[in-house]
């Protein structure tokens, strides 16, 4: 059987703990700051974990984890 191909943009944008857990960054912090407020876009900094239904689905787009 071959090797499963990684999806690279997955890759880019989810981190997975040490524990396996799939750590990702908040959207909305890109561009449009302006008119959001300080309290909303100091929440946006903090990265959240994904979950448990996304996953799964993330499990198969990264096969082998992320190194």
Excluded: C, N
């Excluded at 524990?19 to 912090?29: A, I, L, N, P, S």
């Excluded at 900094?45 to 992320?66: A, D, F, Q």
């Amino acid at each position: 059987m071959p090797k499963l191909k990684t999806k690279k943009a997955v890759l880019k944008r989810i981190q997975m703990t040490k524990r396996g857990k799939f750590r990702r960054f908040q959207v909305g912090r890109r561009h449009l700051l302006g008119h959001k407020s300080s309290k909303r876009t100091r929440r946006l900094r903090r990265s959240v974990l994904i979950s448990k239904v996304e996953k799964r689905l993330i499990k198969k787009l990264l096969p082998y984890g992320r190194k």
